[in-house]
């Protein structure tokens, strides 16, 4: 009874010390795709996409941040001035569903508890599971999401964070087009591919997230402007 009663308060206690590190709120902004139909086009078809985050923060300069997204990437040859893209005519719109997790790494040290006015440039990477409807893949599947940001802290509770991520998939199918789905009647020359099977496609999100801390942070101390 005496292990069982000293687990729970250890819980108890590492719950609670958790949770003045950890912060929650919402994400929000644009993504795009690119891929077969569009190659090297920044912020192509963008499309709004959404979402919840949650941050647990090591220390200073080390976050670990969960985002859960859900978006839609769209795509048209008719938008490309290329002869073989306006013979194919293929057009596209993919709804997807991400679920990622991140480390993040802040190059100055960030603590709003400390000083409410921090401000941070940030890279970030990590691993996603995607969610998506394209008919030829399967419905879930890996991606690598690795990002820039600056976030700032307006409050001691509030931080608003400017994202842009990249995120490297290992499908060719965000796009709803096959390989082998050979359309010679359509094609200038029969049998000719439509897509390219060695290349994989890519998203990008571009957004602003609002993050809220409910439990202070007894480390600090007002007196010295770092934690000690």
């Not at 139909?37 to 078809?45: D, E, R």
């Not at 949650?54 to 290329?82: M, P, Q």
């Not at 965000?174 to 439509?194: E, H, S, T, V």
Request: glycine residues 6%; proline residues 5%.
């Amino acid at each position: 009874m005496k292990k069982i009663l000293l687990i729970f308060s250890f819980l108890i206690h590492f719950i609670s010390n958790a949770q003045e590190k950890l912060e929650f709120g919402i994400i929000g902004g644009v993504n795009y795709y690119m891929g077969d139909v569009n190659p090297n086009k920044l912020f192509y078809s963008p499309q709004l996409a959404y979402g919840l985050i949650i941050k647990h923060n090591f220390n200073e300069n080390y976050s670990l941040k969960t985002t859960g997204i859900s978006g839609v990437l769209t795509g048209n040859d008719a938008d490309f001035n290329n002869l073989y893209q306006k013979i194919r005519n293929h057009s596209f719109s993919t709804k997807y569903t991400e679920i990622a997790s991140q480390l993040e790494f802040s190059f100055f040290p960030f603590n709003s508890f400390v000083d409410k006015k921090s401000i941070s440039p940030y890279v970030s990477a990590g691993v996603a599971l995607l969610v998506s409807e394209d008919p030829y893949s399967p419905k879930f599947k890996l991606a690598i999401p690795f990002g820039i940001g600056l976030k700032y802290a307006p409050s001691n509770r509030i931080t608003v964070s400017l994202e842009w991520n990249y995120k490297k998939t290992f499908t060719d199918y965000l796009d709803a087009l096959n390989y082998n789905d050979i359309k010679p009647d359509n094609l200038p020359i029969n049998n000719k591919q439509n897509t390219y099977k060695n290349s994989k496609d890519w998203y990008s999100f571009a957004g602003i997230s609002i993050t809220y801390k409910f439990a202070a942070n007894k480390n600090s101390c007002p007196a010295y402007a770092r934690r000690h």
